[in-house]
């Protein structure tokens, strides 16, 4: 292995790495206050990316620029979390918080089963590519390699800001203390006065927005099939079991782990490329069962 | 009806169970699929699946006693399924016993390396787990091609059935009724198992983990043990309905499969013998039906239901059955008690 392909292996799995820790973040983020595991996040990634896939198409069809596929991705984000998440949350979720935890898994799963159709129902089995938004930021090169700005910068840039954004929001900011409130102790926080239902609704379109956020950004690189909902949940519950469920920091630590692991895997044993972030999965929770840094949660008796 | 005029005798102090209306049910059941293959040829087929896939559910089905859902078993339905495949391929004309014990041995085997990892967990990290093994299992069967034929998957011809070559009928016909015969043994066996002290110590991990440990018992082992169960049972559905199809695929394994088996589970009834065949009957015969209107909304469609059972019916059908049928008993407490 020379130091080009080092190089673009590690390019390979920070840009990758980058999108994987969106998408989790938000699983994670829904995770950790919600004690919800949502198999339906995947879905909610496919459909950021398809949609905004179709929305760029339609704007630059019209002859608008290609820089406009940028604000579209925010756009497409939103949409998914407004028009998909909030529904979700206030006619279904909210029936189940206080059912047991194999019941929410098979909700959010049905969900997950039913979403997976529409996506087939609205845009078909073919694949779709719009590479437009990477083509706009051109090519850096660095030390003779030549990569794409959109995921050698732009992405990572995305994913720290997404990442020191979400510690900020939850430790200064009144709608995050909130969220913590409710968090730590959903009772006594709606005892003081806080709408645990209304930071509960937020909370899911927050997650649902960077689920779509994660597939929007990730339309331009990949082409989107039938399918990627899929691939897409194992592997962010991969990343976020692996830090530890809730574990926003962590997240973003292993999701880095995974995303190199893969990309180098991907040059050096290609056939087991898939497997890698399992294997990491698989070894950590060996180790330390609740995640590299979760905490053994104190048990009812 | 014969069966509701039955339900009036107050025989119901020792033994309801075996007096009750519904078993004659189960009995007009049985002796209607054993009839089958004479008064409907056409359907042999779909009912053999059925019940190959009924024998699958039968495994998640005894997850969910212990409170825990798989996401991932279509692992060993498509593992035992694989391992009688290679066998065939390697050796053909091998015994069709053979063929359905190295498969479950395969299942069994691998149940017993996930299993060790996976019992150190409950709830989501369990099933999701489940789902990432099934998922790494799937992409190995996908890239290595070579062996395993990658996508099309490998093809074999009919096993031999103590050492004769069968014609097509003739195996068909040995193929559904062994997979009768291996319905009512492991039924029975589960129904047996589940009342036995291990199955009572796996059941205890669904309403009260740590008192097991408090008796000194290993929850970890008594999940062990019915994981064990479960993959077996798994692999014996996986084997037969590979040599009932003649080819095996990675659809097998892909985890469409294993949410399949989790909805026939819960729509037969959470945690009832009886309720993983009668539900995959039911989904097989109306899924033969209804794909050729709904192919595209299949899904959909059984997520739909799925949401309906959870929500409003969480017995599912055993449980709708049951309540049909004990209305006018007197015991509305014998059903909660007895499947708790």
Avoid at chain 1, 81 to 100: C, H, N
Avoid at chain 2, 21 to 47: E, R, T
Avoid at chain 2, 215 to 221: A, E, Q, T
Wanted: charged share 10%; net charge positive.
């Amino acid at each position: 292995m020379n130091f080009s392909i080092f190089l673009l292996a590690l390019f390979d799995g920070v840009a990758y790495a980058a999108l994987v820790f969106i998408v989790a973040l938000g699983l994670t983020l829904i995770f950790g206050v919600m004690r919800i595991l949502n198999v339906a996040h995947g879905s909610l990634y496919a459909i950021g990316a398809y949609t905004t896939v179709s929305l760029v198409g339609y704007f630059l069809a019209l002859g608008f620029a290609p820089a406009f596929a940028f604000p579209l991705m925010i756009v497409s984000a939103i949409l998914v979390g407004i028009v998909i998440g909030a529904p979700l949350e206030y006619f279904l979720l909210r029936r189940i918080y206080q059912k047991s935890e194999v019941l929410q898994l098979l909700v959010t799963f049905a969900v997950f089963m039913i979403l997976e159709d529409v996506q087939r129902l609205v845009w078909g089995t073919q694949p779709y590519f719009n590479s437009s938004a990477l083509q706009v930021l051109g090519n850096v090169t660095v030390f003779g390699v030549t990569y794409t700005a959109y995921q050698l910068i732009l992405l990572p840039l995305i994913a720290v800001v997404l990442l020191l954004g979400m510690r900020f929001f939850l430790r200064h900011t009144i709608i995050g203390k909130l969220i913590t409130a409710t968090t730590e102790d959903r009772e006594a926080a709606q005892s003081i006065g806080i709408d645990a239902d209304r930071v509960f609704l937020f909370t899911f379109v927050i997650g649902a927005v960077l689920a779509g956020l994660g597939g929007a950004l990730a339309s331009p690189t990949t082409s989107i099939l039938p399918g990627m909902g899929a691939d897409m949940i194992v592997l962010s519950f991969a990343v976020v079991a692996t830090a530890g469920l809730g574990q926003i920091e962590g997240a973003a630590l292993t999701a880095l782990m995974i995303g190199l692991g893969r990309s180098f895997a991907v040059y050096l044993y290609p056939e087991i490329s898939v497997l890698v972030p399992y294997l990491i999965m698989v070894l950590v929770l060996l180790v330390r069962p609740e995640g590299l840094f979760g905490s053994p949660a104190a048990r009812k008796i | 009806m014969p069966t509701r005029t039955q339900s009036s005798k107050p025989s119901n102090k020792v033994n309801a169970r075996m007096t009750s209306p519904l078993s004659w049910l189960w009995i007009v059941g049985m002796a209607v699929i054993i009839a089958v293959p004479f008064l409907v040829p056409s359907m042999q087929l779909l009912v053999n699946f059925a019940l190959a896939k009924g024998l699958a559910v039968l495994g998640v089905t005894v997850l969910l006693r212990a409170g825990q859902v798989s996401f991932g078993h279509a692992l060993y339905f498509g593992i035992a399924a694989y391992a009688g495949a290679f066998l065939m391929t390697s050796m053909p004309a091998t015994d069709f016993f053979v063929i359905l014990i190295v498969g479950v041995l395969g299942a069994i085997v691998a149940g017993l390396f996930v299993g060790l990892f996976v019992v150190r967990y409950r709830g989501i990290f369990f099933g999701m787990l489940n789902l990432a093994f099934s998922m790494i299992f799937w992409s190995i069967l996908e890239k290595f091609y070579h062996l395993t034929g990658g996508a099309d998957g490998l093809r074999f011809t009919r096993p031999t059935v103590f050492g004769q070559a069968l014609d097509h009928v003739q195996f068909n016909m040995v193929l559904y009724y062994s997979v009768l015969v291996l319905m009512v043994a492991l039924g029975w066996f589960t129904h047996r198992w589940f009342a036995s002290p291990v199955g009572q110590l796996f059941q205890t991990i669904k309403t009260n983990e740590t008192r097991l440990e408090y008796l000194g018992i290993s929850p970890k082992r008594a999940l062990l043990s019915g994981y064990l169960l479960s993959a077996a049972l798994c692999g014996v559905g996986g084997v037969m309905m590979g040599m009932a199809q003649g080819v095996v695929t990675p659809e097998y394994v892909w985890w469409v499969r294993s949410a399949e088996m989790v909805f026939i589970a819960v729509l037969g009834g959470a945690g009832s013998v009886q309720g993983a065949f009668l539900g995959a009957l039911i989904y097989e015969v109306v899924r033969t039906y209804a794909s050729v209107y709904a192919g595209d909304i299949w899904q959909m469609i059984l997520g739909g239901f799925l949401l309906i059972i959870i929500l409003f019916a969480p017995g599912g059908l055993i449980g709708i059955l049951e309540s049909a049928f004990k209305r006018d008993t007197t015991k509305p407490s014998a059903k909660t008690g007895d499947r708790k």
